[in-house]
């Protein structure tokens, strides 16, 4: 068990509708950072949220939108959903210690699929 | 060009034997990291090794280590005595812009092997 933790563990929506995923970052852990992993796709970096301000942005689709609140808990908004989003969605935290890398612990993950 | 190239889709190897898993990486930045994880069947991702590129020394962590070649650009991952527990898929992914590009931790991921130990 990393110490994060993802909610749902699996959701199945339809074409066109909205969903909300939701990370609790480990404890003491101010990044929080999102990651779609697709057949198609592989793994793929989508956002990086630090201490609640956006630090990095990779390929996240103008449809996909995420916060991180005062708490520090993240979430990831997926709208006008379409079958090609189906994916693994994880969550990743990571401490900020005085040094060159900070390895991140990944949530379980969310399995959305989309009819 | 791909970042990270991870060019064995599947391995199978014999429980007990040691085994290695490629991984190339393309990057112009001198200041980098290299990271190792695993993914089970259940599906988390669980950190194993890290190295940087101005560590000196090869990163060791238990029965995992890595073998990085730096002017060959490689970073590959060695298991020592493999067990059943480590049939799973493991992705090399890499981190820029140690040094100049602070707090922007962004990973990309190779697109990962399957390994498979047989009893």
């Known amino acids: 068990d990393s110490g994060v933790t993802q909610t749902p563990k699996h959701l199945i929506t339809a074409t066109g509708q909205r969903v909300t995923l939701r990370c609790s970052p480990r404890?003491?852990?101010?990044?929080v950072y999102w990651y779609q992993q697709s057949l198609d796709q592989g793994l793929q970096f989508l956002i990086q949220?630090?201490?609640?301000?956006?630090?990095a942005k990779g390929n996240i689709l103008e449809r996909f939108s995420a916060q991180q609140f005062p708490d520090l808990h993240s979430e990831l908004n997926l709208s006008s959903l379409e079958l090609g989003d189906s994916a693994l969605y994880f969550c990743?935290?990571?401490?900020?210690?005085?040094?060159?890398?900070?390895?991140?612990?990944f949530g379980p993950g969310t399995r959305l699929t989309v009819l | 060009a791909q970042k990270i190239t991870q060019t064995q889709p599947g391995m199978f190897v014999q429980e007990k034997e040691a085994v290695t898993l490629d991984c190339t990486y393309d990057t112009s930045d001198p200041s980098y990291g290299l990271f190792w994880y695993k993914q089970p069947s259940s599906g988390e991702m669980i950190f194993l090794i890290y190295?940087?590129?101005?560590?000196?020394q090869n990163a060791t962590e238990g029965r995992y280590s890595l073998n990085f070649q730096k002017a060959r650009k490689s970073a590959n991952l060695v298991i020592s005595a493999s067990q059943l527990g480590d049939s799973a898929m493991y992705f090399c992914a890499m981190r820029e812009g140690l040094r100049s590009n602070f707090g922007n931790e962004k990973l990309t991921f190779g697109t990962g092997t399957r390994l498979t130990i047989i009893p």
């Open positions: 190295q940087g590129s101005y560590d000196q």
């Open positions: 949220y630090y201490n609640g301000e956006e630090r």
């Open positions: 990743a935290s990571s401490p900020h210690r005085d040094r060159a890398y900070n390895e991140q612990f």
């Open positions: 404890s003491g852990d101010l990044s």
